[in-house]
């Protein structure tokens, strides 16, 4: 058996121990990387780990920091409800408003995890207070941002027409923008109808005086935060998003207040935006630095916040991409794009492509697989039998629709930023179970949607 043939296998079993065993898939992916790229690869410490994902690492860590600093001094419910006079009180927009804003981000040149990291937190603390469905919000924001990824002034957009120019293939500007909104629309659809949505705009009705989380709730979370039920059809919890009577007391006036403290971390907010986007600062560090500035000044915040850092996501996320990393070392993702492109069939090889676009961007880089995917593509779109415009916005959106999976750097931002009242594994579960369905979805209807069309 060959070694890339081992290493999928591999994969599986560290699947399958996860799941059955309740151990940290991250922890198993460490020993698997350690295993395989030792025996199989004849890789040395140094080569494992090179595929350590210190950027996402420190991004993990730094976003979770700073935004447990925001909701332990009540920053984030005070932005939240800022979000709800926004929208004149209309809890079933929120959802939308979040989807908005992420997209605006992306699409005006924020990387998506910037997006995501800054929107996420915001968007999953309102689902905490509201009791709305923390499946639909996160994916309201990552869709979002991936709905605007491929403007021609964004960072995948730019990349991927790049790619196209260097390959001599026909322009595909307008139709990889159109494309990339039109799919995650449409999931957000879905999204927002199957995880109540539409029980919101039955029973939620208008917020006249929002209830507002008391700033001191232990953890930083939501005192008014919703019931350990925040699954995929939890959504309603109309006795806390309808008018509020005995919530809105002091406490809520209280937390209407801009403070010292609030005032400073919304202006280390805008900075970390305004870095992000204007500058090309990375919002990792970005984050950590304002983090610790704002623990500088408010000591006993951050003590609060730095025991809050989601720890278990970030072993987990660190663990499987280190384990992706060795896959692409020692070559398993080119013997698998390879294999494609000897199928002699063109929609079905195309198909396929779609299918490991989809799989590998689940746990990898979207611009990494695109990069390689797209050049692979080109022999057979040369034939003339496959056209090319559709063929590449098919890879571009399957590559990056996926990306709400648990194992991408977006997934693991919003599971990251989950409140303390979520039930992490179960959230886990959900985000894992509806990554494999979008896996497993999506590239199809892409390729029927954008390259069947064009066969011919």
């Not at 991936?146 to 790619?163: D, L, M, R």
């Not at 026909?170 to 799919?183: K, Q, R």
């Not at 799989?359 to 779109?381: K, N, R």
């Amino acid at each position: 058996m060959s070694a890339e043939l081992v290493s999928i296998l591999v994969l599986v079993v560290v699947f399958v121990i996860a799941t059955t065993r309740s151990i940290n898939m991250g922890a198993l992916a460490f020993a698997a990387a350690f295993g395989v790229g030792t025996l199989a690869a004849g890789m040395d410490a140094d080569e494992i780990f090179a595929g350590f994902p210190g950027d996402l690492f420190v991004v993990l860590v730094g976003v979770t920091y700073l935004f447990s600093i925001a909701r332990a001094n009540g920053t984030t419910d005070w932005l939240v409800h800022a979000s709800i006079r926004l929208v004149g009180g209309r809890l079933v927009l929120i959802p939308w408003v979040m989807f908005a804003i992420s997209g605006l981000l992306t699409a005006i040149g924020a990387v998506s995890p910037a997006a995501v990291a800054i929107v996420a937190p915001i968007a999953l603390n309102f689902a905490s207070q509201y009791r709305i469905s923390p499946l639909l919000m996160g994916a309201m924001v990552v869709h979002g941002a991936q709905a605007g990824g491929f403007s021609p002034i964004s960072i995948y957009g730019t990349i991927v027409n790049g790619i196209v120019a260097r390959e001599g293939l026909p322009g595909t500007e307008l139709v990889l923008f159109l494309s990339s909104i039109a799919m995650n629309l449409a999931i957000a659809v879905l999204v927002f109808v199957v995880c109540g949505g539409l029980r919101l705009a039955r029973t939620a009705g208008r917020i006249d005086r929002p209830a507002m989380a008391t700033a001191a709730a232990p953890g930083g979370g939501s005192a008014t935060g919703g019931s350990s039920d925040t699954g995929s059809g939890g959504g309603s919890g109309s006795d806390r998003s309808g008018s509020t009577s005995d919530d809105s007391g002091a406490g809520g006036s209280a937390s209407l207040r801009l403070t010292p403290a609030r005032i400073a971390t919304l202006a280390g907010l805008t900075a970390l935006v305004t870095g992000a986007l204007v500058f090309d600062l990375d919002v990792g560090l970005s984050a950590i630095t304002l983090a610790v500035l704002l623990s500088i000044v408010w000591p006993d915040t951050s003590r609060q916040a730095i025991n809050h850092i989601t720890w278990p996501t970030v072993l987990l996320i660190c663990g499987m991409l280190t384990y992706v990393g060795v896959l692409q070392e020692m070559g398993t993702i080119d013997y698998a794009g390879e294999a494609v492109s000897d199928v002699g069939i063109p929609l079905l090889a195309a198909l396929l492509l779609c299918y490991i676009g989809a799989i590998v961007s689940a746990f990898a880089s979207s611009v990494g697989i695109m990069g390689a995917l797209i050049p692979l593509a080109v022999p057979f779109l040369a034939e003339g039998t496959i056209g090319p415009i559709g063929m590449v916005c098919a890879l571009a959106v399957a590559s990056t629709v996926v990306d709400v999976s648990p194992f991408s750097t977006n997934g693991a931002l919003v599971l990251a930023n989950a409140d303390d009242d979520v039930d992490r594994d179960r959230f886990f579960r959900q985000l894992m179970i509806y990554g494999g369905l979008v896996v497993a979805v999506a590239p199809a209807v892409a390729w029927l949607i954008l390259v069947v069309p064009g066969f011919g």
